[in-house]
Structures are given as C-alpha cells and as structure tokens.
C-alpha cells in the first residue's frame, strides 16, 4: 500500500466530499469547530487510508475542520454463499469466488463501505453552561 | 464541552444522487452511457474509433466523450469515424464525475443520440468509485498488461459489467495467458462476460457495440457481487438508521449507497 505521498488523487475528492458534508452538518447544528471525523472505509471501497489522511490534513486548512482528526475505521470485506451458506473474508486481492462450490453466487456482505459515522464538533452552544458559574457579576 | 454526532452519510452520496439523475435524465431520451475504464495506453481510443465506425455505417446514432488530463488528440482520432465526439481536458484531476458529464453534455449531445460512450481518465484506480450515470461499465486490458491487473485493480475489475481484452493481435508475442486472465476476472468478479478484441486485425469488431446495444434495449446485465447492495445482517444495528451503531463494530452494514454502479444493475 502507497504511503501518504503517493498521491492517487481521487483521495483529494473524497477528502473535499467529507468536508463538505460536514460543513453542511456543522451549520445545521451552529457548531463552530470540528474534534475529529469518524469515516468507515472498507476493503473494497478503493480508498487508500494514508492518502485519504494526507489530503484530509491538506483541505481541511482554512475550513471549520482546520486541525480535526479523521478516525478511519477499516471494515473487512467478507463474502456469504447462498447455497452453501458458508461466510468468508474476501482478503485482497478479493476472492468473490466460493471457496467451497466454487460458485458464483457470492453476496458481499461488508467491505464498499465508505461512510461518514460521525462528528465530534468542539464547541457550540454546549459550551455556553460551562460558562455560567460567571454569574457571579449579576 | 464536545458533542459528539451520527451522520451516517456516504462520502460520495453526492455524485451519486446525480449520476442516478443523468442515468434517468438520459433515459427519458432514449441515450445510454457506456463508460469504459482501463490504464493508459491499453488501446481504448483504437478500440472505441472502430467501434464509432461500425455503428455510423450500420445508422446507429452514437456519440462519444473523451477525458484526458491533457491533448485533444483522443477526440481528433475518434472524429475520424464521424460521429459526434467531445474532449474534455480534466485540467489534472485523474477521474470523471457525474456531474461534469453532465454539465459538458448540456447543449452538446445530439439529442436522437441511443449509444454515448464515455472514455473515462486512463486510470484504474480513481474513476472506479463514481458512478457516472452509465448503464454499462467496461473494464478494458491489453495483453501486454499482465494477467493478474484485476487482481491489482479489483475494484475496477469488480465493478465491470463487462471486461474486455484489447491488442489480441499481439497475444503470442508477448506471452498472454488468457486462462490465468479469466481466472483472475472470475476471482473478483464472478460470472462477467470477457471479450477478446483486437483493433488491428478486426478480431471481436463490433463485440462491444452489440454490449452497449443489447444494454440499450433493456437486456440484463451482469450484476457484479461487488455492486450489489450490501445487505443489512447484523441486528444488532437494526433497521433505524444506524443511530445506535457501535464504534468499535469492525464490520456492520452500512446504510450507504456506496456501489458506483446503480442499483437498477444489481
């Protein structure tokens, strides 16, 4: 797997869509700054983690999410044999193949994920009851 | 103070909700999109102008698309066969989105147009996450290539419809297994049809053509495993959406519309 600088650039356009959805979030519920971002990324989403990181970092500057970390999940890729009823983890290469009829009856259970779990915003309006104990001045 | 929330959204829900409208857009007119993927220089343009050619002397009205980082040359050798062909310069960007189809298609594509092809970035990797609108995708590779590319590029590869083997002309010379390439498309993509193509000698000429047109006319289509939608298995995160999904759940089902090819295909 590529480093972080190896840039397969459609990383830069996935990093730029989980920043924009977040942005959306992020108005929708007044927060002000962004803690970290949860994304699933299976097996088979065709997503280098490291790069996504990388471009991440790089896109988020200037933006509400300056400075928030991206959690990555993995999520393995596994694979059920109707006729077998048999589950395996596909692995990579993939193997969609049954590894016991050798049919091709395969259903991919897990693995194209790519999805935004979720958002720790760092501010907002939670934060103003910390405040209070300043009413000291009324 | 922090909260912390669920989103549950599909990173590339976007492109997805517009490639699903141009699929629908272009139906509704009667047009098609084949979207065809390989790595540079696996001969797709020597490919496609044939196959453009074939279709305007058989009256097919087709159109094709070319997308390139750079150099109009793709579009003036595929204008040779007549039909209607637009270059699209990605300015560096190494994929095609829905939505800049769609937008170049505006006010360009003839409207009794029943076949677009699109000749997607050379690259494997990029443009096989976004669904384009297409109703066939095709993987292309050249013999020269090496048998294991769908186990290199398994999302390409296993996302196909169709694949394709080009430059068969050159087949002995440089050793080609085409048992161990089938092999290797069947690992990541079990049941999808291979045709054996090659522009210079005519070999498989119109093979594609007769795909894309088959596809046309509503014919089924090989749904890859890897696009099918996943299924939702796990009760413990039920049907609700997700909102109890637990963190350190290393594989529960996503509520994502994350294949790149529609579900219509599946």
Redesign the interface.
């Known amino acids: 797997m590529s480093g972080a600088g190896k840039v397969?650039?459609?990383e830069m356009?996935?990093a730029l869509?989980?920043i924009?959805?977040?942005e959306t979030?992020a108005e929708a519920?007044g927060?002000r700054a962004v803690?970290s971002v949860?994304?699933?990324v299976?097996e088979?989403?065709?997503?280098v983690p490291d790069s996504l990181q990388f471009c991440f970092e790089l896109a988020c500057a200037g933006t509400l999410l300056e400075g928030a970390e991206l959690v990555t999940?993995?999520?393995?890729a596994?694979?059920r044999c109707e006729p077998c009823a048999g589950e395996w983890a596909v692995g990579?290469?993939?193997?969609?193949?049954c590894p016991v009829c050798g049919?091709?009856t395969?259903?991919?259970?897990?693995?194209?994920?790519?999805?935004?779990?979720?958002?720790?915003?760092?501010?907002?309006p939670?934060?103003a009851?910390?405040r209070e104990p300043i009413h000291q001045e009324r | 103070m922090c909260r912390v929330v669920d989103l549950q959204q599909a990173v590339l829900a976007k492109n997805d909700q517009c490639a699903h409208d141009l699929r629908a857009a272009l139906a509704a007119r009667g047009t098609i999109v084949v979207n065809l993927l390989s790595s540079p220089g696996s001969g797709k343009t020597a490919l496609l102008e044939q196959e453009l050619l074939l279709a305007r002397e058989r009256g097919i009205p087709v159109a094709a698309l070319t997308a390139d980082l750079a150099t109009e040359n793709d579009a003036l050798r595929l204008a040779r066969s007549g039909v209607p062909v637009k270059q699209v310069l990605t300015d560096g960007l190494c994929h095609l989105e829905a939505g800049m189809l769609g937008g170049h298609l505006d006010g360009w594509l003839p409207q009794d147009t029943r076949l677009l092809f699109v000749e997607n970035v050379g690259n494997l990797v990029c443009p096989a996450s976004y669904d384009l609108g297409e109703t066939l995708r095709v993987a292309l590779a050249s013999v020269t290539e090496g048998e294991d590319k769908p186990l290199k590029y398994p999302t390409a590869f296993g996302l196909a419809n169709l694949v394709v083997v080009t430059k068969t002309d050159i087949a002995a010379a440089v050793g080609f297994d085409e048992a161990a390439f089938r092999r290797n498309v069947q690992q990541v993509n079990p049941g999808v049809g291979v045709l054996l193509t090659s522009a210079r000698d005519g070999a498989g000429a119109g093979a594609l053509l007769e795909a894309a047109l088959d596809a046309a006319n509503g014919a089924p289509l090989h749904a890859p495993v890897m696009a099918r939608p996943q299924p939702h298995t796990h009760p413990e995160a039920g049907h609700d959406g997700g909102h109890h999904h637990s963190q350190d759940h290393s594989h529960s089902p996503s509520h994502s519309h994350a294949s790149a090819v529609p579900q219509h295909l599946a």
Request: charged share 20%.
């Open positions: 397969t650039m459609h356009s996935i869509a989980v924009g959805q977040v979030a519920a927060a803690g949860r994304l699933q299976g088979l989403a065709g997503v999940e993995p999520v393995a596994r694979a990579m290469p993939p193997d969609l193949c049919t091709a395969a259903e991919l259970l897990s693995g194209r994920e790519l999805q935004i779990v979720s958002v720790r915003w760092e501010d907002g939670t934060r009851p910390i």
